[in-house]
């Protein structure tokens, strides 16, 4: 079983930046690959953006590319998301999300095995 706790939402003007955090259990080590995902009032769960645990490769979805940024430190079972140029349409409460192997699919909600409680991100306009 792995642990996930993300940390550093909170309200930011549009145009603003935020950084999350997502603390992973010692378990950490035997994932595949991270990500996060977003949802937003009376909305789907939707990707955001994921990174293969060892290799470091990253994919994102189109409405975040160039803005956003996700990065691991593998020593401390750690995942990052950077947000640059935060829109409002970006509001919404992002979940970290891990998997422990391989999928085709891996901007799918139901390909991730373990999910944090989520927290929130708000940018005004």
């Known amino acids: 079983q792995v642990q996930l706790v993300e940390s550093g939402g909170g309200l930011v003007q549009a145009g603003g930046s935020l950084r999350l955090s997502c603390a992973a259990s010692?378990?950490?080590?035997?994932?595949?690959?991270m990500g996060w995902f977003r949802q937003a009032p009376g909305k789907e769960r939707e990707f955001v953006g994921r990174?293969?645990?060892?290799?470091?490769?990253?994919t994102y979805a189109d409405s975040v590319k160039g803005r956003f940024t996700v990065s691991r430190d593998n020593a401390n079972n750690a995942l990052y998301l950077q947000m640059n140029n935060l829109k409002p349409e970006d509001t919404g409460v992002y979940y970290c999300?891990?998997?422990?192997?391989?999928?085709?699919?891996?901007?799918?909600?139901?390909?991730?095995?373990?999910w944090g409680q989520g927290t929130q991100v708000t940018v005004s306009s």
């Open positions: 999300a891990a998997q422990r192997s391989f999928t085709v699919r891996s901007d799918v909600a139901a390909n991730y095995n373990y």
């Open positions: 990174i293969n645990w060892i290799s470091g490769s990253t």
């Open positions: 010692s378990r950490a080590f035997s994932l595949y690959a």
